[in-house]
């Protein structure tokens, strides 16, 4: 079964410092996509990794895909309050029509 | 602007109760989802359908149905609410050539609540 772990669950800081969200898994994913849920709305695509080893930006978002494939990394700059919300990875499940989506990470940056 | 509309953003019903959940979108996209998102669990897949009138399981699917009747139409339905089946309800659209790396366009939720 295809999983997707992230780190941390949740996330509490300050406006300005820089932070680092996780998504790991022990399977290989053709790609993965980020989302980010923002309080009382659906989830919103980021982007979408393809290539092993790829960073793709965002603004003040790099998104990083791992090299085998099994991780994928979020990295915020300068991180805004209007950067709060959850923040999923999602993978296409191998062989179905589903994605499977991570844990999630809960971000709150305080002004 | 492209847009999944779900009927109610919140909703309280009582055990036993049959509820359906409704959800449209406007972008004629042939595949629609059903997913339920609770804490530390992330979303989880309850039903998906890729045309009309087809349907196949996700991940959860006991105690739920669905229908796919029109295109833009897609309806969630809970035969006999139970305590457990109290969540956030998300409905999601793509377009075809799933495996593509397709955006998953999602409506806001139904947050329901059994009693």
Redesign the interface.
């Known amino acids: 079964t295809q999983l ?1 772990e992230q780190s941390p ?1 949740f996330l509490s800081i300050q406006e300005g410092e820089n932070l680092t969200v996780y998504c790991n898994s022990s399977s290989v994913f ?2 993965l ?1 980020w989302y980010r849920q923002e309080p ?6 980021l982007v ?1 990794v ?1 290539t092993g080893g790829e960073v793709k930006k965002l603004k003040r978002l790099t998104f990083q895909f791992g090299d085998a494939r099994k991780d994928s990394s979020l990295h915020i700059t300068a991180a805004q309050p209007g950067d709060t919300g959850l923040y ?1 990875c ?1 993978g ?1 499940s191998s062989g179905t ?3 499977i ?4 990470t809960r971000l709150k940056v305080l002004a | 602007d492209v847009k999944v509309t779900q009927s109610s953003r919140y909703l309280v019903k009582r055990t036993g109760e049959k509820v359906f959940l409704e959800c449209v979108q406007d972008m004629d996209h042939e595949n629609m989802f059903w997913y339920r998102q609770d804490p530390g669990l992330g979303l989880r897949l309850i039903y998906f359908s890729y045309d009309v009138k087809m349907k196949e399981k996700g991940d959860i699917p006991e105690g739920y149905s669905v229908s796919r009747e029109k295109k833009e139409r897609f309806s969630l339905i809970l035969e006999s609410a139970s305590t457990n089946q109290t969540s956030m309800y998300l409905c999601a659209s793509s377009p075809p050539n799933w495996g593509s790396n397709n955006e998953q366009f999602f409506g806001p939720g139904t947050r329901l609540t059994v009693l």
């Open positions: 997707l669950q053709s790609s996509q009382g709305e659906g989830p919103v695509l979408t393809v999923l999602a296409p029509y589903k994605y989506f991570g844990t999630g």
